[in-house]
Every structure is written in structure tokens, then in C-alpha cells.
């Protein structure tokens, strides 16, 4: 081998490995980021158990919390966690935005909630009606609230689980109706 080709093959072999350290140092960077996301997002979800078992005791859904309408769960998730930082800054990030909501939904609280408004809604028919025609009629009425269909329908199952909607099965469509008082024993 002359000492040309062994400064060749040499000079291969540095900047091969100068490429390789970069591109481990460009993962490393990656992963330390992914990390980060990961430990605010896990203390967000810490904060959301906590949240959860306090309010599991109680039987009367209407001392929890109301989440606000207009911003659905998975935006407050996104702007607490879309920061990079540390699992504290994630964690006080987190108790700001959860004091924020509170206070948000203190304000909202004179709004009547979603299940009582379909309730009432349901009251108005002897016959099953459709989640679909709930919610439309929702927005005629009410056009201050703009629940999407799957949370009209998870708030008719949520009604269907406390006994006080029944839920009417015809082929494919899933019908629902109000449950009279004295007939909350199924026999109706």
C-alpha cells in the first residue's frame, strides 16, 4: 500500500466517522427531545389521575368540574405539552392551565349542562329520537353551544348509564328516550 492510498483510505475513514458522530449526536438530540415531551407529558397525565381521584367519591355529577365547550381536551393537552422544558416547568405549566380552566369553567357555570339540556330535549317526545336530531335541535335552540356529534352521543351514553335515558336499538341506528319518573326500573 503506498502512503497515497493509506491518506486516501485514511481521510475515507475520518470523515466516515465524522458523519457518524454527527448523525449519533443528531439522534441523541432527537431522543433527548422525545424524552422531555414524554416527562411532560406524563406529569400531565399525573395531574390528570390526581384530578380524577378526587372527584371519584362523588356521587352527584353536578359538583364536578364543566369542561369548557369551546376547547376540547386534546388542545388544552396539546398547548400544555407543545413547550420543550423540564418535568417541573411541565408540571407548573399543567397547574397553570388546570387553574385556568377551573376558573373558566366557574364562569361557564351558569350555562345549563349538556346532559340536562338533551334530557329536556328528550322530555319533549314520546317516541325514540335519533343522537343526530338531538344535536340539531340542540343548535336550533341553543346556538351559544357547539357540541360535535360524538360528544352529543357520549353524553346520551353517559344519560343511558345513570338510568336516566334508555337507549332503543332498530337495525343499525340507535335511538334514545327519556326514562318517566317511576319507570326507572326498566319495566317501561
Given at each position: 500500500?503506498?502512503?497515497?492510498?493509506?491518506?486516501?483510505?485514511?481521510?475515507?475513514?475520518?470523515?466516515?466517522?465524522?458523519?457518524?458522530?454527527?448523525?449519533?449526536?443528531?439522534?441523541?438530540?432527537?431522543?433527548?427531545?422525545?424524552?422531555?415531551?414524554?416527562?411532560?407529558?406524563?406529569?400531565?397525565?399525573?395531574?390528570?389521575?390526581?384530578?380524577?381521584?378526587?372527584?371519584?367519591?362523588?356521587?352527584?355529577?353536578?359538583?364536578?368540574?364543566?369542561?369548557?365547550?369551546?376547547?376540547?381536551?386534546?388542545?388544552?393537552?396539546?398547548?400544555?405539552?407543545?413547550?420543550a422544558?423540564t418535568?417541573?416547568?411541565?408540571?407548573?405549566?399543567?397547574?397553570?392551565?388546570?387553574?385556568?380552566?377551573?376558573?373558566?369553567?366557574?364562569?361557564?357555570?351558569?350555562?345549563?349542562?349538556?346532559?340536562?339540556?338533551?334530557?329536556?330535549l328528550?322530555?319533549?317526545?314520546?317516541?325514540?329520537?335519533?343522537?343526530?336530531?338531538?344535536?340539531?335541535?340542540?343548535?336550533?335552540?341553543?346556538?351559544?353551544?357547539?357540541?360535535?356529534?360524538?360528544?352529543?352521543?357520549?353524553?346520551?351514553?353517559?344519560?343511558?348509564?345513570?338510568?336516566?335515558?334508555?337507549?332503543?336499538?332498530?337495525?343499525?341506528?340507535?335511538?334514545?328516550?327519556?326514562?318517566k319518573?317511576?319507570?326507572?326500573?326498566?319495566?317501561?
Amino acid at each position: 500500500m503506498t502512503s497515497q492510498s493509506a491518506a486516501t483510505l485514511r481521510s475515507r475513514y475520518v470523515a466516515q466517522a465524522a458523519s457518524d458522530l454527527e448523525e449519533n449526536r443528531r439522534l441523541q438530540q432527537q431522543l433527548a427531545d422525545r424524552i422531555s415531551t414524554l416527562k411532560q407529558e406524563e406529569a400531565l397525565l399525573a395531574d390528570i389521575l390526581n384530578l380524577a381521584e378526587q372527584y371519584e367519591g362523588f356521587a352527584d355529577a353536578s359538583r364536578l368540574p364543566e369542561q369548557l365547550q369551546d376547547e376540547p381536551v386534546v388542545a388544552k393537552a396539546k398547548k400544555t405539552v407543545g413547550g420543550a422544558g423540564t418535568r417541573r416547568s411541565a408540571s407548573v405549566k399543567t397547574a397553570s392551565s388546570s387553574t385556568t380552566a377551573k376558573a373558566g369553567a366557574k364562569g361557564k357555570s351558569r350555562q345549563p349542562l349538556l346532559g340536562d339540556l338533551l334530557a329536556d330535549l328528550l322530555g319533549q317526545y314520546e317516541e325514540p329520537r335519533l343522537a343526530k336530531e338531538l344535536r340539531d335541535e340542540l343548535l336550533e335552540k341553543h346556538p351559544d353551544r357547539n357540541p360535535t356529534p360524538q360528544v352529543v352521543r357520549n353524553t346520551l351514553e353517559s344519560l343511558v348509564a345513570k338510568g336516566r335515558i334508555r337507549r332503543h336499538k332498530q337495525q343499525r341506528s340507535v335511538m334514545y328516550t327519556l326514562v318517566k319518573p317511576g319507570a326507572a326500573d326498566g319495566s317501561a
